[in-house]
């Protein structure tokens, strides 16, 4: 319920328009507006950084190098 009341309050939505939203719109507007809150606010904006870094599947290899002293074609 505090979803829906959430979205009541940021969309003017009334509940029975919220409710009869599709599900993927309705999940849509809930990140959207989460996202813009989270960024009004610094620790906002760090938290959404940090998850940016977590969800990052690819190594880079150059920052991997400066760690480990590690230079291409070095013997």
């Not at 939203?21 to 606010?41: G, N, R, V």
């Not at 190594?59 to 074609?73: C, E, I, M, T």
């Amino acid at each position: 319920m505090e979803k829906i009341a959430y979205l009541n309050m940021k969309t003017r939505m009334s509940h029975t328009e919220i409710m009869a939203l599709p599900y993927a719109i309705f999940l849509a507007y809930l990140k959207q507006y989460q996202m813009f809150d989270l960024m009004s606010t610094p620790e906002g904006r760090e938290y959404l950084e940090k998850c940016e870094r977590v969800k990052q599947t690819t190594p880079d290899f150059a920052k991997l190098r400066q760690v480990s002293g590690y230079k291409v074609g070095e013997e």
